[in-house]
């Protein structure tokens, strides 16, 4: 099973919002008052913060290599920006399959608004999902990945699965919460399964959270507050005058003030709510059976940063185009020629064989009579490798022209070449075959690519290109 593919899911194209809409509410350990407006997004954009109320308004990206805290919540930072508890706005956004959005805030804390994430899927499916045009990536786990922690007995699982589930459990040793589990086998269940489940907590955290400066913005509405020990009445008291409360109670089950659970096993859902939005962070969604025991935000994170680095692999993995001589090219060398402004002996392509929307594979048969092996190495023939740059910008640049109905009126300039790499010498007789991947969108006629050339099975040169596309 390959690594990335592309799946028919509730969209096969990227998604951003139609129209901006906007959230307001109280930031649970700041008590500030933060207005959170979500934006939409081009292609491959992302999901990332903007603090509006810093000057220069940085911009964060959700990214689990952001991550900076997790001891309450999961806290990005960069550009010298933070914002922290980002876990139920990324697991609505990846409820959603929203893939771009710009979320403007005016604060360092998402509102908390009940400790659920039901508030920003009610916005945002207010502001509608718009398919933009390119494809979504997904990547399918080739195999089990695991994440432990003995200390805490976590225990995380990604299993190969053409679909995303995941399984939760819980276990605190408390007679109260005791121990739960909480199963998710489609995303279409997210809004009325978990989306509404609550953050939870002890009793026993709430006056020393309270003492180090945070949750001011708690009001015991926001949160499951879990009391697994007797309670005095003065206790109570204390409690009520420290959230502005006329009285606080203790339901028989346990929970502080009476509130009503919404599941019966709400904690365990609001874990399985954590997990989604912490992995959302991964930045590309995942085809996975997820089963975690006993996960938190730092286990979560780190288990995201696993699965990150095996994308990432992946991704640099030398993929192999395969070249069948018996095959009909896409195009021929005399449509190239209608697409190139170059000419023998500088026409460096002769075939193409595939097209994507984002990638092209173009072939050159290196003979014995090309003019350049006249005078380099004589008496050892071989390529020059910049010869073998100029032909990759080439297939790139019929990548590029094939996407405007008149590219005759175009032309591609080289800007930059990155990270050139030589490996193998080519020499009469080989078949160079080269693969261009559009690194990201093609803007203001900017585009750059990944370029790798291979003769059979040996990657012979790879370098990153960027060139301009200008009329003529």
Do not use: W
Not at 202 to 209: P, R, V
Not at 419 to 443: C, Q, S
């Amino acid at each position: 099973m390959p690594a990335f593919r592309f799946f028919a899911g509730l969209f096969m194209k990227q998604t951003t919002i139609k129209k901006p809409v906007s959230v307001e509410g109280v930031g649970l350990h700041t008590g500030q008052i933060v207005t959170m407006t979500f934006l939409p997004a081009v292609d491959n954009h992302g999901i990332k913060f903007q603090r509006v109320d810093l000057p220069g308004e940085p911009v964060v990206d959700a990214d689990v290599d952001n991550v900076v805290d997790t001891s309450r919540g999961t806290t990005i930072e960069q550009n010298g920006a933070r914002v922290a508890t980002v876990e139920h706005v990324m697991a609505s956004l990846a409820a959603l399959e929203i893939d771009n959005c710009m979320v403007q805030i005016n604060g360092g804390e998402t509102p908390i608004m009940d400790g659920s994430s039901q508030y920003f899927m009610r916005a945002l499916k207010e502001a509608g999902i718009q398919e933009l045009e390119s494809q979504r990536e997904y990547f399918t786990v080739p195999q089990n990945i695991y994440y432990t922690e003995a200390d805490r007995s976590v225990e995380m699982i990604a299993m190969p699965l053409d679909d995303y589930r995941l399984t939760v459990m819980v276990d605190y040793n408390s007679p109260v919460l005791g121990s739960q589990h909480a199963s998710l086998t489609s995303m279409k269940e997210f809004e009325t399964d978990i989306a509404s489940c609550r953050t939870f907590c002890f009793l026993h955290e709430l006056e020393l959270l309270y003492n180090n400066g945070l949750i001011r913005g708690g009001d015991l509405n926001n949160a499951i507050v879990i009391v697994d020990r007797v309670i005095e009445d003065n206790e109570l008291e204390h409690l009520a005058k420290m959230f502005n409360k006329p009285k606080v109670e203790v339901k028989k089950e346990g929970i502080l003030n009476n509130v009503d659970l919404r599941f019966h096993n709400e904690p365990a859902r609001h874990k399985l709510l954590d997990l989604i939005g912490d992995l959302a962070l991964i930045g590309t969604p995942i085809k996975a059976q997820i089963m975690a025991a006993r996960p938190g935000h730092a286990a979560n994170v780190a288990f995201g940063k696993k699965i990150k680095a095996l994308i990432k692999k992946s991704r640099s993995a030398v993929r192999v185009p395969k070249y069948d001589p018996n095959k009909t090219p896409l195009y021929t060398a005399d449509i190239i020629e209608k697409m190139l402004p170059h000419r023998f002996p500088f026409l460096l392509v002769d075939k193409v064989l595939e097209v994507g929307q984002n990638h092209i594979i173009a072939m050159k048969n290196v003979t014995f009579n090309e003019p350049f092996f006249q005078g380099h190495f004589p008496g050892n023939p071989v390529m020059p490798g910049v010869l073998i740059i100029e032909a990759m910008a080439q297939s790139g640049g019929v990548l590029i022209l094939s996407k405007v109905e008149d590219p005759e009126n175009y032309n591609t300039y080289f800007m930059k070449i990155d990270n050139a790499k030589f490996k193998e010498k080519v020499i009469p007789g080989d078949t160079l075959v080269f693969r261009l991947d559009l690194i990201g969108p093609i803007r203001r006629g900017i585009c750059v690519m990944k370029g790798s050339a291979f003769v059979g099975d040996k990657l012979v040169a790879e370098a990153e290109l960027m060139a301009q596309v200008a009329k003529r």
